[in-house]
């Protein structure tokens, strides 16, 4: 029998000066995703990011520290930001009754911190958070072919409700 070690974590709000650490790790998410995805009739072409990702990606996510429809969370452990979240409240489609969803955009763990429930507990406070701005409904992304991410997010209560297909034309 294996014994892990309880880790201890923090979870708080990032702070605007900690945008370059969380751009880090938001192109790792993408590659990420790219990897997972290299199994795509069109490889990873539309995941391929723009030369200017960083600029694009940081002035985003500024707006979502700043904006009262927007949350990021980090987790630290030993006062290191391993893992990031962003959830924000957008607008549905316009011919549906609900008018809103909160959306989690992004979940980004640093791979040897993985396991420990971070992601588990930003849902938590996600939820928390999307409850108090009155929104009753809630949903997430994941690629195709991240089985584990999908099961995860499936444990949590999501269910599949879109499948966007691709082709190269």
């Known amino acids: 029998m294996v014994f892990v070690a309880k880790v201890k974590f923090t979870i708080r709000k990032a702070k605007l000066s900690e945008i ?13 995703n790219k990897k997972i995805a290299e199994y795509l009739v069109f490889r990873t072409e539309l995941l391929e990011l723009v030369p200017n ?10 707006k979502q520290i700043n904006s009262n429809k927007g949350l990021v969370l980090v987790a630290e452990i030993n ?6 979240c962003l959830a924000y409240i957008k607008e549905n489609v316009k011919i549906y009754s609900v008018k809103k969803l909160g959306h989690i955009g992004d979940l980004f763990v640093k791979p ?17 958070w999307f409850k108090k701005k009155g929104i009753k409904y ?8 991240n089985k584990k ?13 879109h499948i966007e297909m691709r082709q190269k034309i």
Do not use: P
């Open 20 to 32: 370059g650490s969380l751009s880090a790790m938001a192109q790792a998410l993408c590659n990420t």
């Open 79 to 84: 006062e290191e930001i391993v893992a990031y």
């Open 53 to 62: 990702f960083q600029e694009l990606w940081e002035k985003w996510i500024k």
């Open 112 to 128: 040897k911190y993985r396991g420990l429930g971070i992601t588990s507990e930003f849902k938590d406070k996600v939820f928390i």
């Open 138 to 145: 809630s949903s997430i992304c994941v690629h195709a072919g």
């Open 149 to 161: 991410a999908h099961k995860i997010y499936k444990k949590w209560g999501f269910l599949d409700a």
